[in-house]
């Protein structure tokens, strides 16, 4: 609008307008040059009002030809002569001090009753218009209202030839020189196509709540920001969160496990910035209880999806799945009995370690059991399954808690030492090992007694793991044949070359 306004009184118009936004109710009329189609400049009035109503909120700016009203006031027939309605496409109805039709332009048409233009003069407004609900909306409490407030504003859903419509209806009292009210202008502004669409907007909505509402998935929606706007009540009955806690907070405050923060504020950042792709990743959220949940997460930004308007995540909680792999996991790399790292798990270490850059050296010592064939026999295996049990707890008490222990099988044991340089160290280890394991183990059956014979390789950067621990193997038959209980390092005590 303010493209048509003089440049010499876009000031004032901007300045009414915005004054009018701070409050409810009218401005004063001000008087304003507009370029007219045919390129002249005329005077017409400017009333911005400001509207505060359930179903519409803002600014209503109602421009219309200058009247000589003080002057017109006292003859009713000044307004039936000429309104200047008829000069814009706004729906405009023209009504006296007893709420009786005066005039009605051809914006209003649409929304008369089944009346004639030209029959609707001298009409109560009641008989014109045919609410849906209250009718009594156009009748004397129109004229008071207006004549009170000078401008008031009411929806009404209408009976037309074409269907309902829907019209927010602005009531502006026109004065004479008395202040008194002259005529009543109403200028109707059609929300069909809006109330429509928030209607269509709201079904949509329910039918998505409807449809989360009990899903064993979490389900939310969050904005550019990751602030949840939305959360199904899964989220309080599987996590324990309020739902008034999670809305309207970053879903990292309640939902994320804080060790995936960073991973999940950059998974679904991606997926904001890529919408209608649907992205599935794993992320740990965690319960009220601090529970850690791990969860299958399918995610896709809909911003302009009525209802949605945001990202929708859905999480589908795998935690006993992920429990599962992770056991069979260690399974696999675990020896079943003692619990101890198997031989997989413990080449795999090894060759990590001897190809890391800043090893200075490693110590591999080999344990065999010296009598343990005489407890399987005296005592029966499940007493000599006791033992071993017992013989790596002892094993994992005397190393280090960065060292590791693994069996290989039967009665051998395998110890890994990083950043063991020094022979002196490795062989005080193997003392430790040898002297704990010495100790009876006692038994429902009895005192059992087991000794321990050690070998010793030490192995430089790069060195092969296999042939690390087959020295470490021999060294330890050099012990045995020592006499047992003893340790010994590999024949020339040398590292084992990389």
Same mark, same amino acid.
């Given at each position: 609008?303010?493209?048509? *306004?003089?440049p010499?009184?876009?000031?004032?118009?901007?300045?009414?307008m915005?004054?009018?936004?701070?409050?409810?109710g009218?401005?004063?009329?001000?008087?304003?040059?507009?370029m007219h189609?045919?390129?002249?400049?005329i005077?017409?009035?400017? %009333?911005?009002?400001?509207?505060?109503?359930?179903?519409?909120?803002?600014? *209503?700016?109602v !421009?219309?030809?200058?009247?000589e009203?003080?002057?017109?006031?006292?003859?009713?027939?000044?307004?039936?002569?000429?309104?200047?309605?008829?000069?814009?496409?706004?729906?405009c109805?023209?009504?006296?001090?007893?709420?009786?039709?005066?005039? %009605?332009?051809?914006?209003?048409?649409?929304?008369?009753?089944d009346?004639a233009?030209?029959a609707v003069?001298?009409r109560?407004?009641v008989?014109v218009l045919?609410?849906?609900?209250?009718p &009594?909306?156009?009748?004397?409490?129109?004229?008071?209202?207006?004549?009170?407030?000078?401008r008031?504003?009411?929806?009404?859903e209408?009976q037309?030839?074409?269907?309902n419509?829907a !019209?927010i209806?602005?009531?502006s009292?026109?004065?004479?020189?008395?202040?008194?009210?002259?005529?009543?202008?109403?200028?109707?502004l059609?929300v069909?196509?809006?109330?429509?669409?928030?209607?269509?907007?709201?079904?949509?909505?329910?039918?998505?709540?409807?449809?989360?509402?009990?899903?064993?998935?979490?389900?939310?929606v969050?904005?550019?920001r990751q602030?949840?706007?939305?959360?199904s009540p899964?989220? /309080?009955r599987?996590l324990?969160?309020p739902?008034?806690?999670?809305v309207?907070?970053p879903?990292?405050?309640?939902?994320?496990?804080?060790?995936?923060?960073?991973?999940?504020?950059?998974?679904?950042?991606?997926?904001?910035t890529?919408?209608?792709? +649907?992205?599935?990743?794993?992320?740990?959220?965690?319960s009220?209880?601090?529970?850690?949940?791990?969860?299958?997460? +399918?995610?896709?930004?809909?911003?302009?999806?009525?209802?949605v308007h945001?990202?929708?995540?859905?999480?589908?909680?795998?935690t006993?799945?992920?429990?599962?792999?992770?056991?069979?996991?260690?399974?696999?790399?675990?020896?079943?009995?003692?619990g101890?790292?198997?031989?997989?798990?413990?080449?795999?270490?090894?060759?990590? +370690?001897?190809?890391?850059? /800043?090893?200075?050296?490693?110590?591999?010592?080999?344990?065999d059991l010296d009598?343990?064939?005489?407890?399987n026999?005296?005592?029966?295996?499940?007493?000599?399954d /006791?033992?071993?049990?017992?013989?790596?707890?002892?094993l994992?008490?005397?190393?280090?808690?960065?060292?590791?222990?693994?069996r290989?099988?039967?009665?051998?044991?395998?110890?890994?030492?990083?950043?063991?340089?020094?022979?002196?160290?490795?062989?005080?280890?193997a003392?430790?090992?040898?002297?704990?394991?010495?100790e009876?183990?006692?038994?429902?059956?009895?005192e059992?007694?087991?000794?321990a &014979?050690?070998?010793?390789?030490?192995?430089?950067?790069?060195?092969?793991?296999?042939?690390?621990?087959?020295v470490?193997?021999?060294?330890?038959?050099?012990?045995?044949?020592?006499?047992?209980?003893?340790?010994?390092?590999?024949?020339?005590?040398?590292?084992?070359?990389?």
């Amino acid at each position: 609008m303010v493209e048509f *306004v003089h440049p010499d009184d876009l000031e004032a118009a901007l300045i009414s307008m915005a004054g009018t936004a701070d409050r409810v109710g009218p401005a004063e009329p001000i008087t304003l040059r507009f370029m007219h189609a045919n390129g002249d400049w005329i005077r017409l009035e400017l %009333v911005a009002s400001s509207v505060d109503h359930e179903a519409f909120t803002g600014l *209503v700016v109602v !421009v219309q030809p200058i009247q000589e009203l003080a002057a017109a006031a006292p003859r009713d027939d000044a307004c039936r002569d000429d309104t200047g309605i008829d000069d814009t496409p706004v729906p405009c109805i023209v009504v006296d001090r007893q709420s009786a039709v005066v005039r %009605v332009n051809g914006g209003a048409s649409r929304y008369l009753r089944d009346v004639a233009d030209e029959a609707v003069a001298g009409r109560p407004l009641v008989d014109v218009l045919a609410p849906v609900n209250d009718p &009594s909306v156009f009748g004397p409490s129109l004229i008071e209202h207006s004549r009170r407030d000078g401008r008031w504003a009411i929806e009404t859903e209408l009976q037309c030839h074409d269907g309902n419509r829907a !019209v927010i209806w602005t009531a502006s009292a026109q004065r004479d020189r008395a202040g008194a009210t002259s005529f009543v202008v109403l200028s109707g502004l059609d929300v069909t196509a809006q109330r429509a669409a928030e209607s269509a907007l709201r079904a949509s909505e329910e039918r998505f709540r409807a449809l989360v509402a009990n899903t064993n998935d979490v389900v939310v929606v969050v904005d550019d920001r990751q602030i949840v706007t939305y959360a199904s009540p899964s989220v /309080q009955r599987i996590l324990g969160w309020p739902l008034d806690d999670v809305v309207g907070r970053p879903i990292e405050r309640y939902l994320i496990h804080p060790a995936d923060v960073e991973l999940g504020s950059n998974r679904i950042h991606e997926v904001i910035t890529h919408p209608n792709v +649907t992205n599935r990743f794993e992320l740990r959220f965690h319960s009220a209880h601090r529970l850690e949940r791990h969860m299958e997460i +399918t995610a896709v930004a809909l911003p302009d999806v009525p209802g949605v308007h945001g990202t929708v995540i859905t999480a589908h909680d795998v935690t006993e799945r992920h429990e599962r792999e992770v056991e069979l996991e260690r399974r696999s790399l675990h020896d079943a009995l003692t619990g101890l790292p198997n031989r997989t798990l413990l080449f795999d270490r090894l060759a990590q +370690t001897l190809h890391r850059r /800043q090893t200075t050296g490693v110590a591999i010592l080999f344990v065999d059991l010296d009598g343990f064939k005489s407890v399987n026999d005296n005592f029966g295996h499940d007493i000599g399954d /006791q033992v071993l049990i017992e013989v790596a707890r002892r094993l994992v008490a005397v190393v280090r808690e960065e060292d590791t222990v693994a069996r290989l099988a039967g009665d051998e044991f395998v110890i890994l030492c990083d950043e063991v340089e020094d022979p002196a160290l490795a062989a005080e280890l193997a003392d430790r090992v040898v002297a704990s394991v010495s100790e009876p183990v006692m038994t429902e059956r009895g005192e059992a007694v087991v000794g321990a &014979s050690v070998g010793i390789s030490m192995a430089g950067q790069n060195a092969d793991p296999e042939l690390a621990v087959r020295v470490a193997d021999q060294a330890m038959y050099r012990a045995k044949r020592s006499g047992k209980g003893m340790y010994s390092f590999s024949e020339d005590e040398t590292p084992v070359p990389g």
